[in-house]
């Protein structure tokens, strides 16, 4: 009886599930329609692994789709650290499973090129080539930059975040947290204006560090921070949705993190990965970056909001492949417990 | 019994130790010693140990509280209390920033804050009040099946003052469900990270999985991989260390072969003054620990912007249509399917184990599969892949596989606990007595058992269902979890889709949730067949 009543009662949870699969699931989206020829052999199904946002990477995924019928992307998408574990676990159990990888910053992507996961290929394009190399190419950019929140003046330049007007209420995201992040620290700390002593000046000012550059932008807009280092994506995303706070880009520049994309090695449809990647970095591919939100790198592609003569500053990433531990460590210094 | 536990226990953590011992034994020395470990080692340490302290009393003494049938209110505080199961952990966390933090809720309405909140001390609490429901729900079952009311009654009778028949009798009785508790809370205490994560990282506040995942975020750098699963293990040998003796020793002692005598009816509570300052307790605490925040986390799923006031003008509910939509849908109905059969799956394995310990050899099973308890899901989830992605590599095999290796302590010892309940001459008496094998388990064993297998059910099945690190990182095409899309609205900071969401699935959750409350508290009414063996025409009559 008890039993049967146990089963009464998971059978319960099954309509619920159905409910809830049935929000509307015939919207599913349809790939490939079998019966129509390409001329090309761009055919098959492709592995892409990425970090970049979901609302980004759903609509070029679609837009490559419909223009070669005959290929599929399958999408494995996580943050950062996810990604990198699941390319660890995939090289340590028979091999990396992606065809494409797209990462969100340059560092990531330097350390699978120095494995041999990726790379020896690059597409034909017009993408400038200080975000490229000859391994990866520069598909998105993310522009760290400050937010203020309401009532407060915002900062013209990254060194007022260390004045008294923002003591105890700067935010800071964790650079052994997020790529972007580490891109910021890895500016700083080779400019000679700033160096180490900048991040000694803010945590001096009582500024706090959070896990995320959304950690930022949320926690400004909450107004539990006066100012923040946070990307502008998620900036501009709180804002106009009516969250309160002002944006800038402060001198010397907002530091810009490229977010490449690479060939994988052992790619098992090489001419499909390749044909995505072609797409990606074509005018065709990065206007659909664009409108998806993100910032493109094909110069003449319009992307999302850059106030006018922004100044925009770049890492030297070769160098700060050397560097990047010493300075975590020397950071964790300062901003640690 | 032995095989399952190395296949899905065992060989991930083989592959791992074998991992760090192939590519990082020449930096085993940096690893170990590199600045800022042994704080996290000791923050860690801590954190496990005052959590367990502070946790296992409390649950316990909600348990006893809601004993009492004339408590007021008991069915809402028994819910109330069970709340936190339903959120996942970082959304908890969150939730307590937006209650009681700056520019909270108390500091809107109030003006007032708890800076503290952001730090080693908020980061306790929070991981205290999502550790009670479990403990309530161990102990509240080893009550089930271990009170003696009669024996209470009976020392009351005879001139014993409620605390010295607490004292002597009641928390002797519940030390095994206490002791399971305490172990659990401490292992998975010793794993937590997003608690730590969310909160403790504005004041510095560095553990063992804080710092795996910041080398997880590093780890396309082989030396950051090797550093990650070293401190993985580092939390398997902490865990070694502490379990191991606990159960060697605390094990036999506490675990005594008694008759099903258990006389179901609660003891009544003679005061009623006393009932209403247990319920006024219950509800303070369900109201600070679980309401206001749970609040909070409302107003931010109706608000259309982040940093607005929580006022009508503001009110939207994009952030619920944005997360009503057919994938979101696919993956709930993906996860409740998942979630069920590794809760099934859980509570059978767990009852295996729980019946093998009853030997020697079994016991070191019993500490086996806790080992994978204290791994953050991430580095589980990678050892499952190291091992079998291979094969399984993004289907719902793999996924299901590191639910099992996460939560088979958490199946296995409440069963464990209450498995006492059941001398083995009662099997045999119905053995003997005709009852086929599969009426005797019925009867005698599943009956006792029952809240206890129902408990571990549900919290296995809600604990898999909203579970987010192991599947957002072995998920392939076709199958992402309901984790997965969390992750996806919580990365790209729309708090409010994030918070809409949490919701929803409370909500969801919330309704079959009473019903197995219910179900449970039907159960416990039962009468257990009163004589130590039970006659023949009994057994029977029930087959």
Redesign the interface.
């Known amino acids: 009886m008890?039993?049967r009543?146990?089963s009464a009662?998971?059978a319960?949870?099954l309509p619920?599930?159905?409910i809830?699969?049935?929000?509307?699931?015939?919207?599913?989206t349809e790939s490939a329609d079998p019966s129509s020829s390409s001329s090309t052999d761009i055919s098959g199904t492709i592995t892409l692994y990425t970090c970049v946002?979901?609302?980004t990477i759903q609509p070029v995924i679609e837009a490559f789709e419909t223009a070669n019928p005959d290929a599929t992307v399958?999408?494995?998408?996580?943050?950062?650290?996810?990604l990198?574990?699941?390319?660890?676990?995939?090289v340590?159990?028979?091999g990396l499973?992606a065809d494409v990888i797209w990462a969100c910053d340059p560092?990531?992507?330097q350390?699978?090129a120095d494995?041999d996961l990726v790379g020896g290929w690059t597409p034909e394009t017009d993408i400038p080539s200080d975000v490229r190399t000859d391994d990866y190419v520069g598909v998105a950019v993310l522009y760290m930059v400050a937010v203020a929140?309401?009532g407060i003046a915002p900062p013209e330049a990254w060194s007022d975040l260390t004045d008294e007007e923002y003591a105890d209420g700067v935010?800071v995201p964790?650079p052994?947290?997020?790529?972007s992040a580490?891109g910021a620290l890895g500016y700083f700390a080779q400019d000679p204006d700033f160096g180490l002593e900048y991040y000694e000046a803010l945590k001096d000012n009582g500024a706090?560090?959070?896990?995320?550059?959304?950690?930022v932008?949320?926690g400004?807009?909450?107004?539990?921070y006066k100012a923040g280092i946070t990307n502008a994506n998620?900036a501009y995303?709180?804002q106009s949705?009516?969250?309160?706070?002002e944006i800038v880009w402060p001198e010397p520049g907002a530091i810009a993190i490229y977010g490449p994309a690479a060939l994988a090695t052992e790619a098992a449809e090489p001419d499909t990965a390749k044909a995505f990647l072609s797409y990606i970095t074509s005018e065709a591919g990065q206007t659909v970056i664009a409108e998806a939100g993100s910032y493109p790198t094909l110069e003449g592609v319009t992307g999302p909001t850059i106030p006018q003569d922004a100044p925009i500053v770049y890492p030297d990433w070769a160098a700060l492949a050397d560097q990047?531990?010493d300075l975590?460590?020397d950071y964790?210094?300062i901003?640690?417990? | 019994m032995a095989f399952a536990a190395a296949m899905v226990v065992l060989v991930p953590l083989l592959v791992m130790a074998r991992t760090v011992w192939v590519e990082g034994s020449a930096d085993l020395d940096d690893i170990l010693t590199s600045p800022g470990l042994g704080t996290a080692v000791k923050n860690t340490f801590l954190l496990a140990v005052a959590v367990t302290v502070l946790a296992v009393p409390l649950g316990t003494l909600l348990a006893l509280a809601l004993r009492r049938p004339d408590l007021p209110g008991r069915a809402f505080w028994r819910v109330a209390i069970l709340l936190p199961v339903l959120v996942p952990d970082f959304v908890l966390g969150y939730s307590w920033l937006r209650a009681y933090g700056r520019a909270g809720f108390t500091d809107d309405l109030l003006g007032v804050h708890w800076s503290g909140v952001q730090g080693p001390v908020g980061v306790t609490v929070v991981v205290v009040v999502n550790a009670v429901p479990l403990v309530y729900l161990i102990t509240a079952v080893g009550l089930a099946a271990r009170a003696e009311p009669a024996m209470e009654r009976a020392a009351r009778v005879s001139g014993a003052g409620a605390l010295s028949v607490l004292r002597t009798i009641t928390l002797p009785l519940l030390a095994p469900a206490m002791a399971t508790a305490a172990v659990l809370v401490f292992v998975l205490t010793l794993g937590t990270f997003a608690i730590p994560q969310v909160m403790g990282s504005p004041a510095g506040f560095n553990t063992i999985t804080t710092r795996i995942y910041s080398n997880l975020a590093r780890s396309s750098d082989p030396l950051a991989f090797t550093e990650a699963v070293t401190l993985a293990l580092l939390l398997v040998v902490i865990a070694v260390l502490v379990v191991a003796p606990a159960d060697s020793l605390l094990g036999p002692r506490l675990r005594v072969t008694r008759a099903a005598t258990t006389d179901p009816t609660s003891l009544a509570g003679n005061n009623k003054a006393s009932g209403r300052w247990a319920a006024t307790g219950i509800g303070c605490y369900s109201l600070l620990a679980v309401g206001l925040p749970l609040l909070a986390l409302m107003a931010t799923a109706v608000t259309q912007a982040v940093g607005l006031p929580p006022t009508p003008e503001n009110w939207t509910i994009a952030n619920f249509l944005s997360v009503i939509n057919a994938r979101n849908g696919e993956a709930l109905s993906r996860s409740v399917l998942l979630a069920a059969i590794a809760a099934s799956v859980l509570v059978l394995l767990g009852g295996l184990v729980a019946a093998l310990e009853r030997g020697r050899s079994g016991r070191s099973v019993a500490t086996l599969v806790t080992l994978t308890l204290v791994l953050p899901g991430s580095t589980l989830a990678l050892g499952m892949l190291i091992a079998y992605g291979h094969w399984l590599g993004g289907t719902l095999a793999i996924i299901l596989l590191a639910y099992i290796a996460k939560l088979w302590a958490i199946a296995h010892r409440p069963i464990s606990g209450a498995l006492d309940r059941l001398p083995p001459d009662e099997l045999h008496a119905s053995r003997v007595s005709g009852a086929s094998p599969f009426t005797a388990i019925r009867t005698v064993v599943l009956r006792p058992l029952a809240p206890a297998l129902l408990a571990a059910w549900l919290v296995c099945f809600l604990t898999a269902l909203h579970e987010v690190t192991m599947s957002s990182l072995l998920y392939g095409p076709g199958s992402e979890t309901l984790a997965v899309v969390v992750l996806n609205s919580a990365e790209l900071g729309q708090v409010g889709a994030t918070s809409a969401l949490a919701v929803l699935i409370t909500v969801v959750l919330l309704v079959p949730a009473l019903g197995f409350w219910s179900v449970i508290r039907r159960l416990n009414r039962i009468p257990v067949t009163s004589s130590p063996t039970p006659t023949a025409p009994e057994l029977a009559r029930v087959g």
Do not use: W
């Not at chain 1, 809830?20 to 599913?28: F, Q, S, V, Y």
């Open positions: 008890t039993l009543r146990i009662h998971l319960a949870l619920l599930a159905l809830a699969a049935c929000g509307g699931a015939e919207d599913a946002s979901d609302t399958d999408l494995y998408r996580a943050p950062t650290a996810d990198n574990a699941r390319v660890a676990g995939d340590r159990s028979g499973q560092l990531t992507m350390d699978y494995q929140a309401e935010a964790d052994g947290f997020a790529a580490l706090v560090q959070v896990s995320a550059p959304d950690e932008t949320n400004v807009a909450e107004g539990i998620s995303a709180a949705s009516g969250a309160p706070i990047k531990d975590l460590a964790q210094q901003f640690g417990a």
